[in-house]
Structures are given as structure tokens and as C-alpha cells.
């Protein structure tokens, strides 16, 4: 396929011609408003295979399927939007996931006339919230990302807001007020960024941006105000309080949209904006950033373990890989960034999977109390089979996609900062005991008379689980052609930076 043509734009604008279709649908139309959304999501999915046949593998390192057209020409704002191996394949995760999210909210959310037009509002959000994503990973002007930065909080407020459990408005403010805190910081270093730049038009391009002559001090005050943004986003420690809230309050497709690809962005934005931007801050901060990424690991894996409801818990989990993430970010080696790369998609899969088993579990019982359940294993094997095998993948087990991005994250790491990959991989023996401890508590010994009569998974959760189970097995034997995508990026990331690679011995010479 060429790769002139407006790709990016064509997967943007798609969802929002999909949600516009559901919300002024012809009420005769209406009840069948989860088959349109599945229908849009399912053709974005075609659109995305097409784009990756116009991406050139081979220089995954260089920005491609590019368009700039002029925005705001006044204050010389761009719309510019271009990927690399990274973030085309944080595209491809999102992409997938959404289709999943509707197939499982036919269950999630019920039936019957009212219902179906909250269903019907709740989708049209969903693919809104789409378009956002893959705007905001494809964003090459740093005005452009800050606009959909904030953009995607008005839809994910809503879902939470009115579509979640009792305490549902208490978490959507939570949300709502700690994003727009960290987006208003940014805010303000996004402006005097563009003062220190070359102004005029295009004067918010990244690529313009890059390489500024900028005063030390300048430079640290403005990777602070952008790392804030990125790091409550994330969420990192101590500014990740508002995700158990919503994850335990939101419906588990919010939550798997929410934790699988909206807290990406942080993480995204420190590995191609911080790093680029500021490479001097960036080593500056680099100390203290794997110190708090190393509490952020250990912090939530053992808050994880004390949780008693299954949302909080699974929220907890993510805290403690973000920590990975960010870890090996700045641990400024090929390998750990590589794996970092990785890591945002593998954690995608295996917390979108636990998220939406969860939210089937959750409709069974009525409860999201862990000791609520107690022996489904022998009532409903197929579905303690599907939670086990995301919950492995969460660990980190051997031949699931998790293990190779953890593990590259722990090895690159180890090669500049020893220190820092033996305590972090304590994060990884605890994730053993919270996933371990979980399915025991759920899904081991005699059956709880309340859980006896459920009914094992149906055809449509079967569908929406599949495709995570297969990807995390794929990636997991054949993890070569998505590292293809993100290594040349990393690659490209340390040369900007100015930091000389260390290799990892375990993985030299390797083809993994």
C-alpha cells in the first residue's frame, strides 16, 4: 500500500464517523448499536492492517506515514501526525483492544430498551475515545499531543462517571482533577517550550523542537513540568492514588481502555518527549526517576497483595509495571528501552485480559469482593483456565509475551544499574504471590454454594478473550518481528539523548 496515503488520518477519523453514527442513529437503528460499534471497530482493524503494509519495518527508527497541514497558523500550531515502530505499535494494541471492549459490553452492560440506549452512548464514547488514542500516538506537534492529551479525559469521564459502580462520580472527579493537574503543568511548559523554540510556523513540530540550545536550568524546570504530566498519567508513585479508585468504580471495559492504553500515553510521552526534548534534564533526573520507578514496583506489588476487591488489586498490578516501564526507560540502554517499548504492549494485553475476565466474573457474582468467590475452578474450568493464563502473563511466566519485555527491562537495566534490577526483580517474585494467591482464593477448593449454579464462558467472552490469549502466546514465542518495531527507535532515542550504550551480555548476540 502507498504510504502517501493519509493513513493516521483515515484511522482517526473513522471511529469519530462511527460514534457520530450512534449517536444520530434512527431510533429504528438503535437496538443495534453494539453490531455498528463492533462493525466500525472491526473495519478500524482492516484500516490499521493496511497501514502496517505502507510501514517499512526495516526503518522503524525513522518517522513515517507523515502529513502536516497547518492548525493554527497564528501561534504556529500544526496538524502533524507521523509514527515509528513504537508508536505504531501502541496503535495496533489499541486498535485491538477496542472491538474486545465492545464484544465484552454486550454482557457488561445488560439489555432491554433503556439500557440499550446507555449502551448505545457508551460505545459511541468508546470509539470517540479511539480516535483520541491513536491521535495522540501519531501526534508529532507538541501543541497537537497537548490538545488530545487532555481531549481524551472527556470521554473517559463519562464512561466512569456514568456507566460505573456506586462511587462512580466520586472517581471520575479524582480522575478528571488529577489529570487536569498534571495537564495544566504541561501546559505551561508546552508555552515557554515553544518561547525557547524557533517560533512561527510550525513552531510546535517535535522535530523543531529538538536539539534546542537551552539554558540548564530552563531545560530541568520544563522536563519537571512535562514528567509530572507523564508521570500522574503513568500512574507512578506517590501520584497513582486516583487509578484504584476508578479501576474499582469503572466498568472493566473502562478500566481495560483506561489502564491498557490510556496510561501508556504516560510512559510514551516520557520515552518521546522528555528524552528528545530534554536530554540533559532527562540524564539529570535519570537517579531520581529509577529510584521512584523502583518504589512505584515494589509499592504496588505489595499493595496488590493485601487488596480484598479485584479491581483495586488488578490497578495495583499496573502501578508495579509501570514502575518496569519507566525503569527501563531511563536506564538509558538499547536493551532496557527496547524492552520498555515492549513492555507497553505486552502489559496491554495481560491487564486488558484480567480486567475483562474480572468483569465477567463480576456479572456472575454481583460482587467484586475476591472473598466472594471461592472453588470456580470445577464450576466454570474454562474461564479459571482464561484468568490463569492472563494472570502467568502478568508474572511474567516463560512463553508469554510479558517475560521477554520484563526480562529486557531487568538485563539492560542491570548492565548500567546493578542496584536497581536486583531490588526491582523482587517485583517479580511478588507478582508470583498476588496473581498466585488471587487465583487460589477465586478459583481453588470447594465451590461456594453462591457460585454453583454459573454458567462457563459464552461465545461472545470467548471472543473477546481469544485474540489477548493468542497474542500473548505469539508474542511470547515469536516475540522477533514487534522487536523489529521498537529497537531501532530505542537505537535513535539514546543517540538523541547523548548517553553511549552499555550492552547487555545476557543478550548479546542474541536473536530474540
Same mark, same amino acid.
Given at each position: 500500500m502507498s504510504p502517501d496515503f493519509p493513513w493516521l488520518t483515515t484511522l482517526i477519523a473513522w471511529p469519530v464517523l462511527g460514534a457520530?453514527?450512534?449517536?444520530?442513529?434512527?431510533?429504528?437503528?438503535?437496538?443495534?448499536?453494539?453490531?455498528?460499534?463492533? !462493525?466500525?471497530?472491526?473495519?478500524?482493524?482492516?484500516?490499521?492492517?493496511?497501514?502496517?503494509?505502507?510501514?517499512?519495518?526495516?526503518?522503524? /527508527?525513522? @518517522?513515517?506515514?507523515?502529513?502536516? %497541514?497547518?492548525?493554527?497558523?497564528?501561534? !504556529?500550531? +500544526?496538524?502533524?501526525?507521523?509514527?515509528?515502530? @513504537?508508536?505504531?505499535?501502541?496503535?495496533?494494541?489499541?486498535?485491538l483492544l477496542v472491538p474486545l471492549v465492545v464484544l465484552a459490553a454486550w454482557r457488561e452492560?445488560? +439489555? /432491554?430498551?433503556?439500557?440499550?440506549?446507555?449502551?448505545? %452512548?457508551?460505545?459511541?464514547?468508546?470509539? @470517540?475515545?479511539?480516535? *483520541?488514542?491513536?491521535?495522540?500516538?501519531?501526534?508529532?506537534? @507538541?501543541?497537537? *499531543?497537548?490538545?488530545?492529551?487532555?481531549a481524551m479525559l472527556i470521554p473517559v469521564y463519562f464512561m466512569i462517571g456514568g456507566y460505573g459502580g456506586a462511587e462512580r462520580r466520586y472517581a471520575a472527579v479524582k480522575f478528571l482533577l488529577y489529570s487536569l493537574a498534571g495537564g495544566l503543568i504541561m501546559l505551561v511548559g508546552v508555552i515557554a517550550l515553544y518561547l525557547q523554540g524557533p517560533r512561527g510556523e510550525d513552531g510546535f513540530l517535535t522535530e523543531k523542537l529538538t536539539g534546542l540550545d537551552l539554558p540548564t536550568g530552563t531545560e530541568r524546570w520544563l522536563f519537571v513540568a512535562f514528567f509530572i504530566a507523564f508521570a500522574i498519567k503513568a500512574p507512578m508513585f506517590p501520584v497513582h492514588t486516583w487509578l484504584p479508585d476508578a479501576a474499582e468504580q469503572a466498568p472493566a471495559g473502562t478500566s481495560t481502555l483506561l489502564v491498557g492504553v490510556l496510561d501508556k500515553v504516560g510512559t510514551f510521552g516520557m520515552l518521546t518527549l522528555c528524552l528528545p526534548l530534554f536530554p540533559q534534564a532527562s540524564r539529570w533526573a535519570a537517579p531520581v526517576v529509577i529510584v521512584l520507578a523502583v518504589v512505584s514496583i515494589l509499592y504496588g506489588a505489595?499493595?496488590?497483595?493485601?487488596?480484598?476487591?479485584?479491581?483495586?488489586?488488578?490497578?495495583?498490578?499496573?502501578?508495579? &509495571?509501570?514502575?518496569?516501564?519507566?525503569? !527501563?526507560?531511563?536506564?538509558?540502554?538499547?536493551?532496557?528501552?527496547?524492552? +520498555?517499548?515492549?513492555?507497553?504492549?505486552? &502489559?496491554?494485553?495481560?491487564? !486488558?485480559?484480567?480486567?475483562?475476565?474480572?468483569?465477567f466474573l463480576v456479572a456472575r457474582r454481583g460482587s467484586q469482593q475476591i472473598d466472594a468467590f471461592g472453588g470456580l475452578q470445577k464450576v466454570v474450568p474454562v474461564l479459571a483456565g482464561l484468568f490463569l493464563v492472563a494472570g502467568l502473563s502478568a508474572l511474567s511466566l516463560p512463553g508469554l509475551s510479558t517475560f521477554v519485555s520484563e526480562f529486557m527491562v531487568i538485563v539492560g537495566t542491570f548492565a548500567r544499574h546493578p542496584a536497581a534490577a536486583v531490588v526491582a526483580t523482587l517485583g517479580v517474585v511478588l507478582a508470583a504471590i498476588y496473581v498466585l494467591w488471587t487465583y487460589q482464593r477465586i478459583f481453588t477448593g470447594p465451590p461456594r454454594e453462591e457460585v454453583a449454579g454459573f454458567r462457563d464462558v459464552t461465545a461472545t467472552e470467548r471472543w473477546a478473550v481469544a485474540p489477548l490469549v493468542a497474542a500473548m502466546l505469539v508474542l511470547g514465542f515469536v516475540p522477533g518481528p514487534a522487536l523489529d518495531l521498537v529497537r531501532p527507535p530505542a537505537s535513535v532515542t539514546l543517540d538523541v539523548v547523548g548517553v553511549q550504550d552499555v550492552p547487555a551480555a545476557a543478550l548479546e548476540g542474541s536473536d530474540q
Amino acid at each position: 500500500m502507498s504510504p502517501d496515503f493519509p493513513w493516521l488520518t483515515t484511522l482517526i477519523a473513522w471511529p469519530v464517523l462511527g460514534a457520530l453514527v450512534l449517536w444520530f442513529a434512527p431510533r429504528a437503528l438503535r437496538p443495534r448499536a453494539r453490531v455498528v460499534a463492533l !462493525g466500525v471497530a472491526l473495519v478500524e482493524l482492516v484500516l490499521l492492517g493496511l497501514a502496517l503494509t505502507a510501514f517499512d519495518t526495516a526503518d522503524a /527508527g525513522t @518517522v513515517q506515514l507523515t502529513e502536516t %497541514h497547518r492548525w493554527i497558523p497564528a501561534i !504556529g500550531a +500544526s496538524y502533524a501526525v507521523g509514527v515509528d515502530g @513504537v508508536g505504531l505499535a501502541l496503535i495496533a494494541m489499541s486498535v485491538l483492544l477496542v472491538p474486545l471492549v465492545v464484544l465484552a459490553a454486550w454482557r457488561e452492560q445488560g +439489555s /432491554g430498551t433503556t439500557t440499550s440506549d446507555a449502551l448505545r %452512548h457508551y460505545l459511541a464514547l468508546a470509539l @470517540v475515545l479511539e480516535a *483520541f488514542i491513536v491521535a495522540v500516538f501519531a501526534a508529532r506537534d @507538541v501543541f497537537l *499531543f497537548y490538545v488530545l492529551f487532555e481531549a481524551m479525559l472527556i470521554p473517559v469521564y463519562f464512561m466512569i462517571g456514568g456507566y460505573g459502580g456506586a462511587e462512580r462520580r466520586y472517581a471520575a472527579v479524582k480522575f478528571l482533577l488529577y489529570s487536569l493537574a498534571g495537564g495544566l503543568i504541561m501546559l505551561v511548559g508546552v508555552i515557554a517550550l515553544y518561547l525557547q523554540g524557533p517560533r512561527g510556523e510550525d513552531g510546535f513540530l517535535t522535530e523543531k523542537l529538538t536539539g534546542l540550545d537551552l539554558p540548564t536550568g530552563t531545560e530541568r524546570w520544563l522536563f519537571v513540568a512535562f514528567f509530572i504530566a507523564f508521570a500522574i498519567k503513568a500512574p507512578m508513585f506517590p501520584v497513582h492514588t486516583w487509578l484504584p479508585d476508578a479501576a474499582e468504580q469503572a466498568p472493566a471495559g473502562t478500566s481495560t481502555l483506561l489502564v491498557g492504553v490510556l496510561d501508556k500515553v504516560g510512559t510514551f510521552g516520557m520515552l518521546t518527549l522528555c528524552l528528545p526534548l530534554f536530554p540533559q534534564a532527562s540524564r539529570w533526573a535519570a537517579p531520581v526517576v529509577i529510584v521512584l520507578a523502583v518504589v512505584s514496583i515494589l509499592y504496588g506489588a505489595l499493595l496488590a497483595i493485601g487488596q480484598k476487591d479485584l479491581m483495586r488489586l488488578i490497578a495495583y498490578t499496573s502501578v508495579s &509495571h509501570f514502575g518496569f516501564i519507566v525503569l !527501563g526507560i531511563f536506564a538509558f540502554t538499547s536493551t532496557s528501552v527496547a524492552g +520498555s517499548s515492549f513492555y507497553m504492549v505486552n &502489559h496491554g494485553l495481560s491487564t !486488558g485480559a484480567l480486567f475483562l475476565i474480572a468483569g465477567f466474573l463480576v456479572a456472575r457474582r454481583g460482587s467484586q469482593q475476591i472473598d466472594a468467590f471461592g472453588g470456580l475452578q470445577k464450576v466454570v474450568p474454562v474461564l479459571a483456565g482464561l484468568f490463569l493464563v492472563a494472570g502467568l502473563s502478568a508474572l511474567s511466566l516463560p512463553g508469554l509475551s510479558t517475560f521477554v519485555s520484563e526480562f529486557m527491562v531487568i538485563v539492560g537495566t542491570f548492565a548500567r544499574h546493578p542496584a536497581a534490577a536486583v531490588v526491582a526483580t523482587l517485583g517479580v517474585v511478588l507478582a508470583a504471590i498476588y496473581v498466585l494467591w488471587t487465583y487460589q482464593r477465586i478459583f481453588t477448593g470447594p465451590p461456594r454454594e453462591e457460585v454453583a449454579g454459573f454458567r462457563d464462558v459464552t461465545a461472545t467472552e470467548r471472543w473477546a478473550v481469544a485474540p489477548l490469549v493468542a497474542a500473548m502466546l505469539v508474542l511470547g514465542f515469536v516475540p522477533g518481528p514487534a522487536l523489529d518495531l521498537v529497537r531501532p527507535p530505542a537505537s535513535v532515542t539514546l543517540d538523541v539523548v547523548g548517553v553511549q550504550d552499555v550492552p547487555a551480555a545476557a543478550l548479546e548476540g542474541s536473536d530474540q
